[in-house]
């Protein structure tokens, strides 16, 4: 076995990362005596912090507004705001997150020290002060700070995560549950009318083996930034499975969710996916069901009449639109037909012709920001 010299072993860490020293934090200094505000800026500057040094509770309440301030070191006594004042307003103002204060009172000033415990400051330190004792009291208050700072961007991160899809960012089946429940509630009890589409994409699989897997997620990426491209805000959208997606469309008739449908079906045809420097296009089919209509009683029986039109669409060979009107009748918009038969818009499986203009959504039809001035072609 090999000797390693003791030098170069690799030595234990003496200090666990929890308690290492903070530095670089963004410390407020308000104190009125300007000699006592000079020897705290100067040591902590040398503990290698940055320090805003002000007179007053107000003036410090002021420079915390605007944000990025790690820690606020408060004198008790000061005029216009003292410090217990602006403990409390700060304490008020930074409810969700974590904002030390430290109050700097007079070693015999027991009450001020209680009562400034009292109205929520973290700690406190005697003056006269002792410099190690103030950087040690400085350095606790950051770690604690840093370590919540952490805890409550991973439980923002969680939350998120339960109710959004990792790979899309668009919402989960879960989010989607809820909220269709929710929004089938309301369209019942308003009499209002509401559509649901299932954007399935065509021979994902097909991606899958040209490219490898990774370019198949890039296509599902790319078709779900068509589908949020081409809705409302108050439309949800949400990863109905691997390739599939729901679009929920509140407070919208037939013509208003056909038009919706083929806007994403164009814009999924017209966005090929660039991955790599290498081009995919695709395309989708996408079944929609609406309520009211017969045999639409349920949120259940919607899911499963669009995924009926989405079958039919498939059967019929993919790459169209498939709108469930009535059980046993389900209309199929030639819409892969549409880009070169002069815009004679969509036909019935039975023939009959149905007057949905693609090229002119309705006026209700508001597009989100980012999709302004791309109105479809
Ligand atoms: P169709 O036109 O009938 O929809 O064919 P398809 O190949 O898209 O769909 P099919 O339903 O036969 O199979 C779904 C395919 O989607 C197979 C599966 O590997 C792929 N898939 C599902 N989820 C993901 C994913 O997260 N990433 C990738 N790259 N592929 C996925
Ligand atoms: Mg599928
Ligand atoms: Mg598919």
New binding site residues.
């Given amino acids: 076995m090999p000797v390693v010299p003791t030098s170069d072993r690799p030595r234990p860490r003496l200090t666990p990362p929890q308690l290492e020293e903070v530095r670089g934090a963004n410390i407020v200094v308000a104190d009125d005596d300007r000699i006592t505000q000079g020897m705290l800026v100067n040591i902590l500057r040398q503990a290698g912090h940055t320090v805003f040094p002000v007179d007053d509770g107000q003036e410090a309440l002021e420079r915390i507004a605007q944000g990025g301030v790690d820690l606020v070191l408060l004198d008790v006594v000061m005029p216009r705001l003292s410090g217990h004042e602006a403990c409390r307003i700060l304490k008020g103002m930074t409810a969700d997150g974590f904002l030390p204060v430290v109050l700097v009172t007079v070693k015999t000033d027991t009450a001020s020290r209680v009562e400034g415990l009292k109205i929520g400051a973290d700690d406190y330190v005697c003056k006269p002060f002792d410099e190690q004792e103030l950087l040690a009291r400085v350095n606790a208050m950051l770690r604690i700070k840093r370590l919540h700072d952490h805890v409550s961007s991973q439980r923002a991160r969680l939350e998120r995560l339960s109710v959004h899809d990792e ?1 899309t960012n668009l919402y989960n089946y879960r989010y989607l549950n809820t909220r269709l429940t929710e929004e089938f509630k309301r369209a019942e009890r308003y009499h209002e009318p509401f559509a649901c589409a299932v954007v ?9 083996d040209a490219g490898g ?5 890039a ?2 990426r790319s078709v779900a930034d068509s589908i949020r491209r081409c809705v409302r805000e108050v439309d949800v959208v949400a990863r109905y ?3 599939e997606f729901l679009v929920v469309l509140p407070s919208t008739h037939f013509a208003g969710s056909v038009a919706v449908a083929e806007r994403i079906w164009r814009e999924v045809r017209d966005r090929p996916t660039d991955f790599g420097g290498r081009v995919f296009k695709s395309t989708v ?1 996408i079944g929609v069901a609406l309520y009211p209509s017969r045999d639409v009683r349920s949120k259940d029986a919607l899911l499963r009449a669009a995924d009926a039109a989405l079958s039919q669409a ?1 059967r019929e060979g ?1 790459n169209r639109i498939c709108v469930f009107q009535q059980q046993g009748y389900i209309y199929t918009p030639s819409v892969a037909a549409s880009a070169g038969d002069g815009g004679r818009g969509p036909r019935s499986e039975r023939g009959s012709s149905l007057s949905v203009a693609a090229d002119n959504p309705p006026p209700s039809v508001r597009l989100r920001d980012d999709q302004e001035g791309r109105k479809p072609t």
């Fill in positions: 790979m399935d994409i065509d021979q994902l699989k097909a991606h899958n897997r990774s370019s198949g997620d296509v599902i499975g691997g390739e089919s498939k993919g």
